[in-house]
């Protein structure tokens, strides 16, 4: 097994530097260009939306996601994965932390129209709130210009109108206004998605698969197959790479029985075409799951010799099954019990507290200091306090302080983060109209923007409504 792990890295480094150029962005926009794939985008930072104070900060997260798309890309991106499949429509909103003014009912926008605004088309949902959804009204043509809202006397029920299915797509909007900006929610296929999703049912939990857990020391190398998923590590037997291939083929030929299965009889049964939408934490194939690329190689391969389902991107889709029915999402997430749980609760709430007092920081030193006005320093300096808090703002935290994974590192970058910003806003208020720091500010500054340098491309001017 040694011998063979050493081989398979050297493959692995020879991939790296002979077929993707030293480069994972550059073989995955070539892909692109071929139309062979469609890369969507996130939150920049992975920020919670539902849960951010202003509605500039998911604007930011949006902002420069997509900037930053079109930087590496080459062209915008018409997709959004809503960062924990995490949504918020329009209403009345206030936190639930006691921060002024956060904690003062007041409107906010909803995701979909901030997505529209920022020419995002489409995101994914979760099935759950699919379910709870409410109909709107449906537009009469393919052009969009025809809407009738569904309480109209112009409005004629269609066979199998917002039946609420994982397999349609639905346009979403906050508001019975669908001028205000709409987005098509692409719903994961629960039921499906937990043949690959289980760590203990689903397809990772077969006995002849690399164990995640039990590595060898000092290598951290791993020798052992799955053997019984709720074996003790003492138990584990050793791993044999060529046991797994007729593992996959099972595996594979099940998932596109499912896939085609539930295709045929929805469509069997209403004539209406179908669209299945499976997404899967990429760390899932290859890190919790080793085998995970092989199951995706022989699955594409697999779908497309099927004679009922074939595999699209998302525009793609759009472009065939163009939705015409309008509905309201409820607030929630992918999340445990579906709703913000995971991301606040008694163990990590505190964290918004910090969130909330920095952002209405910033956004009082943006309003009181216009953003044309300010010179090359008084830029350099907010724009890492910009970055700082998009960095401070990444639900990352609040999810490893909550599983009690890497807590302890979650909340120190936090507090990092939470300090760099306010000491960024220190100079900013020090050195207000002046063009040079002082000899130790200046290298507390390069040391910022050297330790935390993502989005170089960053303006301040994104911090807008």
Same mark, same amino acid.
């Given at each position: 097994m040694a011998k063979w792990w050493a081989e398979w890295y050297e493959s692995k480094k020879n991939d790296f530097i002979n077929k993707y150029d030293k480069s994972i962005i550059k073989g995955l926009r070539d892909l692109q260009d071929q139309g062979a794939i469609e890369m969507m985008t996130c939150g920049a930072t992975h920020g919670y939306f539902p849960l951010l104070g202003y509605d500039k900060s998911i604007n930011l997260q949006v902002r420069a996601a997509t900037n930053n798309y079109q930087k590496h890309f080459g062209r915008k991106p018409r997709g959004m994965w809503l960062p924990e499949c995490a949504y918020r429509p329009s209403y009345e909103w206030q936190?639930? @932390?006691? =921060? !002024?003014?956060?904690? %003062?009912?007041?409107?906010?926008?909803? !995701?979909?129209? &901030?997505?529209?605004?920022?020419?995002?088309?489409?995101?994914?949902?979760?099935?759950?709130?699919?379910? $709870?959804? !409410?109909?709107?009204?449906?537009?009469?043509? /393919?052009?969009?210009e025809n809407f009738v809202h569904i309480n109209s006397p112009d409005f004629k029920p269609v066979p199998w109108n917002f039946d609420k299915t994982p397999v349609n797509l639905y346009e979403v909007s906050s508001s019975e206004k669908v001028e205000y900006g709409t987005a098509v929610a692409f719903t994961r296929h629960h039921g499906i998605a937990m043949q690959v999703w289980s760590g203990s049912i689903g397809y990772p939990a077969e006995p002849d698969y690399l164990d995640f857990h039990k590595t060898n020391y000092p290598s951290r190398l791993r020798y052992w197959r799955v053997t019984d998923a709720k074996a003790d590590m003492m138990y584990k037997t050793l791993y044999h790479?060529?046991?797994?291939?007729?593992?996959?083929?099972? *595996? =594979?030929?099940?998932?596109?029985? *499912?896939?085609? /299965? #539930?295709?045929?009889?929805? +469509?069997?049964? #209403?004539?209406?075409?179908?669209?299945?939408?499976?997404?899967?934490?990429?760390?899932?194939?290859?890190?919790?799951?080793?085998?995970?690329?092989?199951? @995706?190689? /022989?699955?594409?391969?697999?779908?497309?010799?099927?004679?009922y389902v074939k595999m699209a991107t998302a525009a793609e889709q759009l472009f065939l099954q163009k939705p015409r029915e309008v509905v309201s999402l409820p607030e929630g997430s992918w999340g445990e019990n579906n709703n913000h749980d995971v991301w606040s609760n008694e163990g990590n709430k505190w964290t918004w507290t910090y969130i909330y007092d920095d952002e209405l920081r910033l956004n009082n030193i943006l309003n009181a200091n216009p953003v044309n006005q300010l010179n090359k320093l008084e830029r350099r300096i907010l724009t890492q306090a910009l $970055?700082?808090?998009?960095?401070? %703002?990444?639900?990352?935290?609040?999810?490893? &302080?909550? #599983?009690?994974?890497? +807590?302890?590192?979650?909340?120190?970058?936090?507090?990092?983060?939470?300090?760099?910003? /306010? +000491?960024l806003c220190d100079l900013f208020e020090k050195y207000k109209n002046q063009d040079v720091l002082e000899i130790h500010d200046n290298n507390y500054l390069e040391a910022t923007e050297k330790r935390n340098s993502p989005f170089q491309e960053l303006e301040l001017e994104w911090w807008k409504d």
């Open positions: 936190s639930m @932390i006691p =921060v !002024a003014p956060f904690n %003062q009912k007041h409107l906010r926008r909803g !995701a979909e129209q &901030i997505l529209a605004e920022n020419e995002i088309f489409y995101f994914v949902t979760d099935e759950d709130l699919l379910k $709870r959804s !409410a109909p709107i009204g449906r537009f009469l043509d /393919n052009n969009r790479p060529d046991w797994i291939w007729d593992k996959i083929n099972l *595996q =594979v030929n099940h998932f596109i029985h *499912q896939i085609e /299965n #539930t295709s045929n009889y929805y +469509k069997n049964l #209403t004539g209406k075409d179908t669209t299945i939408c499976l997404p899967f934490d990429t760390e899932l194939f290859g890190h919790w799951w080793f085998e995970g690329p092989e199951f @995706i190689r /022989n699955l594409c391969k697999g779908l497309s010799h099927s004679p $970055r700082e808090l998009m960095l401070l %703002q990444s639900s990352d935290w609040q999810f490893l &302080i909550h #599983t009690n994974s890497a +807590k302890d590192y979650a909340e120190q970058r936090f507090s990092f983060h939470h300090s760099d910003f /306010n +000491k």
